[in-house]
């Protein structure tokens, strides 16, 4: 009779057990990946650009009140808060990816710019020493908080990195320079990105490039290689120009194609290709062309049918990759329907403002000023970002970027999808 007694006791004690112990080993599970690499424009750069090297008319975001959701302090991203990336990067167990621009010659993390700072001259990427620079991105205990807390191990060498940069451009600066498209203020491309990639490679045993069981297999196999959207500078740079758009996009399309056939063949065996968002949609597209150029989600419609072009050639060229390295996964993140689909239900995401930039100036329908960017002493930001769409008139919200990377990871927003991925890397790694 005692033990009968004592068993609903025993049997509460063995649930409670069984329901902690799978969280538990979640804890302890290693990551599915070592370490994460990005490419990308000012929507993927986590710091590699400042206030004074940045894109053209986003001159203050190393000011405040970039930063002031998340870090409560501008760390040099394009947003308030976090970015996609970063996102990523803490659903997999993994810190915050620091900027080249933030690494020593070792690869550690050193202080903001210590690696590089950006010159003026045409398609210069010289590496000098910038230890001075503002708006460090390296995320602490009191901002960042869970996984994303930096220690000495985050920031060693196998860390991530990201070699994403705002203004940055698929085709070369130099095009635009000879087609007098260019404002000289980010003279970085796709192709800049790879050299700085490569160069960072070496120090990982890639001199001779990937072969079974060599040091540089071992380190690239355990990476995540995420490229971010890239093109739609050019295509600005190029639309009141006299090169026909469609030029601009073959040759974006050709550069990107080359640019991931290299990680292809020498690096990556696990790849995200993020395509161009409806860039119609953003404030500064708004406020550019006329009213009557509008499709159905009420944006500009010239604009989303260029990014729509460029997105359905951008998804060829990956399904000829898949046929020509079928044991390497690359997924297609649809940044153009994922941004669609907020535009459509905004209000069932908490989002009032589709249009309005939540930092600006000039009030309106788009609070947004040309020459009066968010940073600047004449703008504000309102005081709910999460209520927006639009944060500064070209770039998002955290709170987009959340619902976003949700899109990619949880919501098959990627083809395939990433637990698709995520099944692959678990039977190779086993």
Request: hydrophobic share 35%; charged share 15%; aromatic share 12%.
């Amino acid at each position: 009779m005692a033990t009968s007694s004592h068993s609903p006791l025993i049997t509460a004690v063995v649930v409670l057990v069984t329901l902690i112990t799978p969280s538990t080993a979640t804890a302890t599970t290693p990551p599915p990946f070592t370490r994460i690499f990005a490419f990308g424009d000012s929507f993927t750069d986590t710091g590699n650009t400042r206030s004074a090297t940045g894109p053209s008319g986003f001159n203050y975001v190393s000011n405040p009140p970039y930063g002031m959701t998340f870090f409560h302090h501008p760390t040099n991203r394009y947003s308030d808060g976090r970015l996609v990336i970063d996102f990523v990067a803490s659903s997999l167990s993994l810190p915050f990816l620091p900027p080249y621009g933030h690494l020593n010659r070792s690869g550690e993390v050193a202080s903001a710019g210590a690696r590089w700072k950006s010159k003026s001259a045409p398609g210069s990427s010289k590496l000098t020493n910038n230890a001075g620079a503002s708006g460090t991105n390296a995320p602490t205990p009191s901002t960042s908080g869970g996984a994303n807390r930096t220690s000495k191990t985050d920031s060693s060498v196998g860390a991530s990195v990201n070699f994403a940069v705002g203004g940055s451009t698929a085709i070369e600066h130099r095009f635009f320079v000879k087609k007098n498209l260019s404002y000289d203020v980010t003279p970085e491309s796709l192709g800049t990105q790879l050299r700085w990639f490569e160069e960072y490679a070496k120090g990982k045993g890639c001199e001779k490039g990937w072969k079974q069981g060599s040091e540089c297999m071992k380190f690239f196999e355990n990476s995540l290689f995420w490229v971010g959207e890239i093109g739609a500078n050019d295509y600005a740079y190029a639309a009141f120009g006299s090169v026909p758009l469609s030029v601009v996009q073959r040759l974006a399309i050709k550069r990107i194609t080359s640019f991931l056939e290299v990680l292809l063949q020498k690096y990556a065996k696990y790849v995200v290709v993020q395509g161009l968002p409806p860039a119609g949609c953003l404030t500064l597209s708004m406020f550019l062309a006329p009213s009557v150029d509008r499709d159905n989600l009420g944006c500009v419609n010239s604009t989303n049918q260029l990014s729509q072009s460029h997105n359905a050639l951008l998804q060829d060229k990956l399904q000829s990759f898949r046929k020509q390295y079928p044991h390497t996964v690359i997924l297609y993140a649809d940044y153009w329907s994922s941004y669609a689909s907020i535009i459509k239900n905004a209000r069932e995401h908490g989002f009032m403002e589709p249009f309005k930039a939540c930092c600006g100036s000039g009030g309106g329908d788009y609070n947004f000023a040309p020459f009066e960017a968010c940073g600047s002493p004449s703008a504000s930001a309102c005081k709910d970002p999460s209520k927006y769409i639009n944060w500064d008139g070209v770039h998002l919200t955290e709170a987009v970027y959340k619902v976003v990377a949700d899109s990619f990871l949880h919501r098959n927003y990627t083809h395939p999808s990433f637990d698709y991925l995520l099944m692959r890397r678990k039977r190779r790694h086993v």
